[in-house]
């Protein structure tokens, strides 16, 4: 790992241990109400047959479902160019494979909105990694241009992908 890697990890970690919809941790689990995401042991999960059997489970709402709810986006990823005017169906079912695959294996990491502004598509997402996996989809499959920024003093990922023809 070069510098510059290190400190890119360590601008991952830093985010990481800062997002405020995730420092709330309390003792024993919870259900949340909106999602049925499970806490347990300082993690919020998808049910599993490990999981299911919760007795003392207090009704806590999850932080994706607060971020969607607040409309607070941790990580937003800007598509644009005309690569995208000519295959958005494609790249659009791209982006939500991505998500189920993510979403599947991490419960807080979600797309809140995907809108159009002007010729370009954004994507917001409950979870910064999100962001990564999905950039990372649409450089393996159509190369194009992306760019991350880590927000300095808020938690946050700010992404783009161009692709022109
Ligand atoms: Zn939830």
């Not at 109400?33 to 009704?59: F, L, R």
């Amino acid at each position: 790992m070069d510098k510059y890697q290190q400190s890119q990890k360590n601008q991952l970690f830093k985010s990481d241990t800062h997002d405020p919809y995730r420092s709330q941790r309390f003792e024993g689990s919870a259900i949340c109400p909106q999602c049925d995401s499970v806490y347990q042991a300082g993690n919020w999960t998808w049910k599993s047959p490990e999981n299911t059997v919760i007795h003392d489970a207090q009704p806590v709402k999850c932080p994706a479902c607060r971020r969607i709810d607040d409309n607070m986006p941790a990580g937003t990823l800007k598509l644009s160019g005309s690569f995208l005017l000519n295959h958005r169906t494609e790249i659009v079912n791209l982006i939500e494979h991505t998500e189920k695959k993510e979403k599947a294996e991490h419960a807080l990491e979600r797309i809140i909105n995907l809108t159009d502004s002007g010729d370009d598509l954004i994507v917001t997402t409950t979870g910064i990694h999100l962001v990564h996996r999905i950039g990372h989809a649409l450089e393996a499959a159509y190369k194009g241009d992306s760019d991350y920024r880590y927000g300095d003093n808020e938690y946050g990922l700010s992404a783009t992908w161009r692709r022109d023809e």
